[in-house]
């Protein structure tokens, strides 16, 4: 059988990537051995972190080989198993890489996991109710610790993770007004995504709309960008509050050559007695199936609407990694490899 994967050919240079940063292969695949099952790859999961890869390993991983498979996250289904842990047919998501087919030997490295429920599409695995979902509810929840009543701002708040947590502040009697670039992403956050408000932080003042909608200031700042956003938000914190720091896709490219943006509004964790934290989401992997399941649910019950960004083929995939950068994409950012 043939395999069709993109490999690394070049480091990217500036904030986006190039086709020519990548070789398309076509291989044939090896017979199965013990032990291994093969995956047909539906979706794959196009996230920031994936550029560092290619780059410096984002503090997470080595670097990336030339010639070795883009890493990434995808969803399949294992269409040959020698595996007796994985039988034809099982829905899994992991490691699989830019690649059409994944041959699995169900090592802890591939973060192989089966999907449980299936009242929802496959692509949710990768997306809601799969690492990016678990990143909103694990950030918001265990280190936002948000509770009822609390006000809460969320920067890239379409963006993947982002659009998951309007609702599940909302679920836990929060408040959530949501930054984003567009008129037309504003629109999304209220009308779908759970957000009481929007802010257009390119062409509203920040400072001003934040005091409109929390007169008396936030509780909780879910950080998926750093930068001058972070800044801003750090200004407005009330008494106690916490500070989630889940990403910083403003000063990726910064960090690589050390000239982030200096924090002026730092003091104010002090002075306000709150907190500010980091967090890994594979740190809380003991606990992805219960999200999971509370996730679905909720779901199910039209609790939780989620929002996807689907690309087709897999010659897709660099666009889809650039559209992130370029601030297109609009909810979970995947691309389709192959129908079911
Ligand atoms: N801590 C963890 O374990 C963990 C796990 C998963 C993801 N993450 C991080 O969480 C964040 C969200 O991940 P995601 O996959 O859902 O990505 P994402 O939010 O979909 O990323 C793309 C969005 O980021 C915003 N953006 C891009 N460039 C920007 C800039 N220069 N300044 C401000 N905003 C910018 C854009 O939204 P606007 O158009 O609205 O600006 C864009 O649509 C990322 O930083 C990611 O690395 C962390």
Same mark, same amino acid.
């Given at each position: 059988m043939k395999n069709r994967r993109?490999?690394?050919?070049?480091?990217?240079?500036?904030?986006?990537?190039?086709?020519?940063?990548?070789?398309?292969e076509e291989v044939t695949l090896p017979p199965l051995k013990d032990g291994e099952f093969l995956i047909k790859v539906l979706?794959?999961?196009?996230?920031?972190?994936?550029?560092?890869?290619?780059?410096?390993?984002?503090?997470?991983?080595?670097?990336?080989?030339?010639?070795e498979t883009?890493?990434?996250r995808g969803v399949g289904e294992v269409v040959e198993s020698k595996n007796p842990g994985f039988q034809v047919g099982d829905i899994v998501q992991g490691k699989c890489g830019w690649q059409e087919y994944k041959i699995c030997d169900g090592s802890p490295y591939h973060m192989m996991y089966k999907v449980?429920?299936?009242?929802?599409? @496959?692509?949710?695995?990768? %997306?809601? $109710?799969?690492?990016?979902?678990?990143?909103?509810?694990? +950030? *918001?929840?265990?280190?936002? &610790?948000?509770?009822?009543?609390?006000?809460?701002?969320?920067?890239?708040?379409?963006?993947? @993770?982002?659009?998951?947590? %309007?609702? $599940?502040?909302?679920?836990?009697?929060?408040?959530?007004? +949501? *930054?984003?670039?567009?008129? &037309?992403?504003?629109?999304?956050?209220?009308?779908?995504?759970?957000?009481?408000?929007?802010?257009?932080?390119?062409?509203?003042?920040?400072?001003?709309?934040?005091?409109?909608?929390?007169?008396? +200031?936030?509780?909780?700042?879910?950080?998926?960008?750093?930068?001058?956003?972070?800044?801003?938000?750090?200004?407005?914190?009330?008494?106690?509050?916490?500070?989630?720091?889940?990403?910083?896709?403003?000063?990726?490219?910064?960090?690589?050559?050390?000239?982030?943006?200096?924090?002026?509004?730092?003091?104010?964790?002090?002075?306000?007695?709150?907190?500010?934290?980091?967090?890994?989401?594979?740190?809380?992997?003991?606990?992805?199936?219960?999200?999971?399941?509370?996730?679905?649910?909720?779901?199910?019950?039209?609790?939780?609407?989620?929002?996807?960004?689907?690309?087709?083929?897999?010659?897709?995939?660099?666009?889809?990694?650039?559209?992130?950068?370029?601030?297109?994409?609009?909810?979970?950012?995947?691309?389709?490899i192959a129908?079911a």
């Amino acid at each position: 059988m043939k395999n069709r994967r993109l490999v690394l050919a070049a480091r990217p240079e500036g904030l986006l990537v190039k086709q020519s940063d990548f070789k398309l292969e076509e291989v044939t695949l090896p017979p199965l051995k013990d032990g291994e099952f093969l995956i047909k790859v539906l979706y794959l999961s196009v996230a920031p972190v994936m550029k560092f890869y290619m780059q410096d390993g984002a503090g997470i991983e080595a670097p990336l080989e030339f010639g070795e498979t883009m890493r990434g996250r995808g969803v399949g289904e294992v269409v040959e198993s020698k595996n007796p842990g994985f039988q034809v047919g099982d829905i899994v998501q992991g490691k699989c890489g830019w690649q059409e087919y994944k041959i699995c030997d169900g090592s802890p490295y591939h973060m192989m996991y089966k999907v449980k429920q299936r009242q929802a599409p @496959v692509s949710t695995a990768l %997306g809601v $109710l799969g690492m990016t979902g678990f990143t909103s509810y694990f +950030g *918001l929840y265990h280190i936002g &610790e948000v509770k009822a009543g609390d006000k809460v701002l969320v920067s890239a708040a379409t963006g993947g @993770v982002g659009s998951n947590v %309007g609702h $599940l502040a909302k679920i836990k009697g929060a408040q959530a007004v +949501g *930054l984003a670039s567009t008129d &037309e992403k504003c629109r999304l956050l209220i009308e779908k995504l759970g957000y009481i408000g929007a802010i257009n932080y390119k062409t509203e003042n920040i400072g001003e709309r934040i005091d409109h909608f929390f007169p008396e +200031g936030i509780n909780v700042y879910f950080d998926n960008v750093g930068g001058e956003l972070l800044d801003i938000a750090l200004s407005k914190l009330q008494r106690y509050s916490r500070v989630v720091i889940c990403g910083r896709i403003s000063q990726y490219e910064q960090s690589l050559h050390g000239s982030t943006y200096n924090l002026k509004n730092w003091y104010k964790i002090g002075a306000t007695r709150s907190k500010m934290q980091g967090f890994f989401i594979y740190d809380f992997e003991e606990q992805f199936t219960k999200a999971e399941t509370e996730m679905a649910q909720w779901v199910a019950e039209g609790k939780l609407a989620y929002q996807e960004d689907i690309l087709e083929g897999l010659e897709q995939m660099p666009t889809a990694l650039n559209r992130l950068f370029e601030r297109k994409n609009k909810g979970k950012q995947l691309v389709k490899i192959a129908n079911a």
